[in-house]
């Protein structure tokens, strides 16, 4: 058996209670099954695949007593956590900006900790070659802390506030006309 999952319930090893005689023929079983995609068989169990692990003999004759080996062993499944972030729709993302990279396989229920807010200290966004003087502000991730039960896409994204230039007055003019500032 699995050393921390066991066996799965539904698949049943089979009890060979023939009597047999020196030289006959055994016919060893087939490889075991399940249909279990979970470590106990419900719902509530962890997600992940049974694997039998093949009898150690083959048809034999038989000459003496004979135990036949085969194992089961349960890998869990594993989760990615994979971040995007969208640059504002005008303006871009930050060029020094960049994205968090998990890289972790997570077992199911691992608890995830999203990666803090993204910061930049470039106060301008580039537009057709050209800098727009402005403000950048990370507006946030799409999920808190959490506990995988599945791949999870984090997105976040970048607003962009570009500074307002002083208008120059305009003119005016007066009874003489003279301009007046």
């Known amino acids: 058996p699995d050393t921390v999952y066991g066996v799965p319930d539904d698949a049943i090893t089979p009890v060979d209670s023939n009597v047999y005689d ?15 995609k979970t470590s ?3 719902t509530a169990g962890i997600p992940g695949e049974w694997k039998f692990t093949p009898w150690d003999k083959d048809d034999f004759e038989i000459t ?8 089961w062993t349960f890998t869990p499944d594993t989760y990615m956590v994979t971040y995007v972030v969208n640059g504002d729709k005008d303006y871009g993302t930050p060029p020094d900006s960049t994205t968090p990279v998990d ?13 803090d807010g993204l910061n930049t ?12 003087n402005g403000t950048w502000k990370f507006i946030g991730w799409d999920k808190k802390d959490f506990l995988i039960t599945e791949n999870t896409v ?9 500074d307002k230039s002083p208008t120059p007055p305009t003119p005016k003019t007066g009874d003489d006309n003279n301009i007046i500032l």
Request: with cysteine; hydrophobic share 30%.
């Open 121 to 132: 200290k470039c106060d301008y966004a580039m537009v057709n070659g050209k800098k727009v």
């Open 22 to 36: 020196y030289k006959d023929d055994v016919t060893v079983e087939d490889d075991l099954t399940t249909s279990w």
């Open 40 to 42: 106990d068989g419900t």
């Open 154 to 162: 984090i997105t976040g994204g970048w607003q962009f506030t570009p």
């Open 103 to 115: 890289g972790k396989a997570y077992n199911y229920k691992d608890p995830v900790k999203v990666a």
């Open 64 to 71: 003496e007593n004979t135990t036949i080996h085969g194992a």
